[in-house]
Each structure stands twice: as structure tokens, then as C-alpha cells.
């Protein structure tokens, strides 16, 4: 069969498809496993460099693979995808992961440890929370809505309203009893999300760089801590645009034949991260807006010439760049260095 260099996995919850290639780049393993046989084969195969796909359990087969001795190598999907030629099937996703694992300047993923996993637990478990929260109380809304009972904006409104309710003796009997299952179920969300942030806060104060970066404006807690957790390794990006970059919020390229031609952003990068940083300068602008927080002139002539969600996603770019300059240098936020600088 031949030395085998290189082996492209294409993994699944129950089948997963291997393709090897040798040192002459040929074709030397073409073999379909069941997942309980996976470990038991590489077990016996001498160590080598196993190519995955960056997706659910990637990392635990990672870190397994690692165990017995190989290199193992994830791949964002998107970086993958170019390799597969023609039809799409389980074959041809293994034999592009192994193809695209030659590349010279191929960008992996690294592999998280068990402990990071269950740090990154807690910032998906309270985004999914929160969007069931959100959820429940826009159907609570709605259905009140139907009984001319409305509330201002606002998570801080749905439990007045709910007293309201409660309170109506003109409402049929059944829907108070409806609208008492959704308020206690509305209750329980908001206990649950409040014990998973008090874990967040306290997982905050424990690291250093955390509340080094919350020390800028527009990164608050827990969009520092999603910063340290989301990010492999702050030095393996050559600056803060190509960091930036990483997370989405660069314009996408359409340049030709000389041409700039610069469209929206690409929101390639991790979604919740993105969306921290929104938020965060969001917030930042409303400030800037009534008055108050950081005095940024470029920031004011932005808002001048520039509608407030342009803005607050050119400043999320901005962001996303200076907390990469403190997570490589290890500074602290200087807002000296946010201000124009005097003409020599």
C-alpha cells in the first residue's frame, strides 16, 4: 500500500470516509469506517497527518487522533469547499480535505482543549437562552396584543405587563391561565440566564486579559470574554485588519482589471463575536450621540457624513482592532492614543 503521508477524513455521526495519498501524491487508502472503528484503525496505522473539517466534534477527534500520535489538522469548511471537485458526496468531501491539507500556506483551526470547550459553553448557552427569551416574550406581546393590551419597548416591560394581565378580571379565564404558563416559563429563562452570566462574570474576573480589554469603550464584559475564548492565537494574525478580517467586519472585494471595488462586510468570522462588537459600538455611538462617553472627533465626523449603523459597524472594525493590539502587546486602553494628534 506505501507509506501513507496524508489521510482526509470526512467525518459524520455515524460514517465516516478516508482517503490517503503517499509521498508521490497517489492514492494509496480509500476505506469507509463506522464511528466505533475509527480509533481502533488508527490505532495500528503509523503516525501521519490527518486532515478534517472544522465542524461539530472536529476538536474531540482532534484531540484523539493527537492521543495516538498523529498530526491532526482542521480546516475551515469554506477553505475546503474549493477542493471538491464536481459532485458532492462523502468521497469526493475526504479526498478535497486531503487535497487542500498539500497547500503550502493553508490556514487550520487549532485545536480547542476540553476546558476551553466548556468555556465556549457558556456564552453559546446563554446566547440560546437569551434568543428563547426573546422568542417567548414577543409571543406574550403578541397574543396580549389581541386583547388590547400593549407594552412599551423593552425585557424590563413583559413582567408589568404580565401583572397587568394577571390583574384584568375582563379576559377570558382560559387566557389568564395561558398567559400564567408563559409568564412562569418567562420566569425560568430569566433565572437561568442569570445564573449562566453570573458564571460568565465570575469566569471574567479570574482572567487577567479579560478585564484588560473590558477597560475599552464598547468592550464590556462579556464581549472581553468572548475575545479571549473565541480567539486561538492573537500573534498568529499578521495585524489588526487581518484580525478584523478574521471576525467579518472588512468590506468584501469585488476588484478587477485595476478597479476598487469594495462591497458590504464579509461576515466570514464567528457570528456572536461580530455581533458583541456591534453591540458594543452600538452603545458607544448612543452615548456619543447624548453627549457622553469617549470624546472621539473622528468618531463625531463619522456620524456627521455617515448613518448611525455605518458607523457603528466601521467602529466595531475599530474595535476589533485595538483589542488586538492589547491582546499582542499585553497594554492596557490608552484613550490618549484615540485622539487626533497636534501638527508637528
Not at 223 to 240: H, N
Request: hydrophobic share 40%; with cysteine; aromatic share 6%.
Amino acid at each position: 500500500m506505501g507509506e501513507i503521508i496524508r489521510i482526509g477524513m470526512d467525518t459524520s455521526k455515524a460514517v465516516f470516509q478516508l482517503h490517503g495519498v503517499n509521498r508521490a501524491e497517489e492514492v494509496v487508502l480509500r476505506r469507509k469506517l463506522r464511528r466505533g472503528a475509527v480509533l481502533a484503525f488508527f490505532a495500528k496505522l503509523e503516525p501521519t497527518v490527518v486532515v478534517l473539517e472544522a465542524c461539530a466534534a472536529s476538536h474531540h477527534w482532534g484531540r484523539e487522533l493527537e492521543k495516538l500520535g498523529h498530526e491532526a489538522r482542521l480546516i475551515p469548511p469554506q477553505y475546503s469547499k474549493a477542493y471538491v471537485k464536481r459532485n458532492k458526496n462523502d468521497a469526493a468531501d475526504a479526498a478535497g480535505l486531503c487535497e487542500a491539507g498539500s497547500r503550502p500556506h493553508m490556514r487550520y483551526v487549532p485545536i480547542k482543549s476540553t476546558e476551553e470547550q466548556a468555556d465556549l459553553m457558556l456564552t453559546s448557552t446563554r446566547d440560546l437562552l437569551v434568543r428563547e427569551r426573546t422568542q417567548l416574550s414577543n409571543a406574550i406581546r403578541g397574543h396580549a396584543a389581541e386583547f388590547g393590551l400593549v407594552a412599551a419597548k423593552g425585557q424590563d416591560k413583559i413582567e408589568p405587563l404580565l401583572e397587568r394581565i394577571a390583574a384584568d378580571r375582563s379576559l377570558p379565564e382560559r387566557a389568564r391561565k395561558l398567559f400564567e404558563i408563559l409568564g412562569r416559563q418567562y420566569a425560568q429563562l430569566d433565572a437561568r440566564i442569570e445564573e449562566i452570566e453570573h458564571e460568565l462574570k465570575a469566569w471574567f474576573k479570574t482572567s487577567e486579559e479579560a478585564r484588560r480589554l473590558a477597560d475599552a469603550p464598547g468592550l464590556g464584559p462579556i464581549t472581553a470574554s468572548l475575545l479571549v475564548m473565541k480567539t486561538p492565537d492573537p500573534k498568529s494574525f499578521k495585524s489588526g485588519r487581518d484580525f478584523a478580517a478574521w471576525i467579518g467586519l472588512t468590506p468584501k472585494d469585488h476588484s478587477t482589471a485595476g478597479r476598487l471595488r469594495l462591497g458590504v462586510i464579509t461576515r466570514a468570522g464567528d457570528e456572536a463575536l461580530r455581533s458583541a462588537l456591534v453591540c458594543g459600538a452600538t452603545s458607544v455611538i448612543k452615548q456619543v450621540q447624548r453627549g457622553k462617553g469617549p470624546n472621539w472627533p473622528w468618531l463625531k465626523a463619522l456620524l456627521a457624513r455617515k448613518p448611525p449603523k455605518l458607523a457603528a459597524v466601521a467602529l466595531a472594525n475599530k474595535l476589533a482592532r485595538i483589542a488586538w493590539k492589547m491582546m499582542t502587546t499585553g497594554e492596557r486602553f490608552r484613550p490618549e492614543e484615540m485622539q487626533p494628534r497636534a501638527a508637528a
